[in-house]
């Protein structure tokens, strides 16, 4: 697991500190507006392992038991290609990406089209289909 500070450069790939960025996400001193905001947070969260945060933004209909790690898995960026909705004003949206990562050494991507809702002002994960269409 990489070492990431307050002053280190957020894992989710903005030009932004930890602390300035996904950080207040994860310790529940604020909360993600966007779509986007909460699928960058929890691409942060599985680089960082925290699986509390994952299942806390994770729709209860969907959410699973616990969240696996792979050890083998090593997160190496993360691409937001096209949103929709997900704003403010909105109340589901999806958030499509490429995620980067190398396991045990060998390279790959993941590229998923994520939906989310938002429920008592917090946006959460519903699903994922995988996708290589960018839009
Ligand atoms: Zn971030």
Do not use: N, Q
Not at 58 to 75: E, G, K, L, Y
């Amino acid at each position: 697991m990489p070492e990431v500070g307050a002053d280190t450069p957020c894992p989710c790939g903005m030009p932004a500190s930890y602390s300035a960025c996904c950080g207040p996400f994860h310790t529940g001193d604020a909360l993600p507006p966007t779509a986007a905001h909460v699928m960058r947070s929890r691409y942060s969260a599985y680089v960082l392992h925290d699986e509390p945060y994952l299942l806390r933004t994770w729709a209860p209909a969907t959410r699973p038991r616990d969240v696996d790690f792979d050890p083998d898995m090593r997160w190496t960026g993360l691409e937001i290609l096209g949103t929709t909705d997900g704003t403010l004003f909105h109340t589901t949206g999806t958030v499509t990406f490429v995620a980067r990562y190398t396991h045990r050494g060998e390279p790959g991507e993941l590229r998923e089209r994520s939906r989310f809702e938002k429920a008592d002002g917090a946006w959460a994960y519903v699903d994922g289909t995988f996708t290589d269409d960018a839009s």
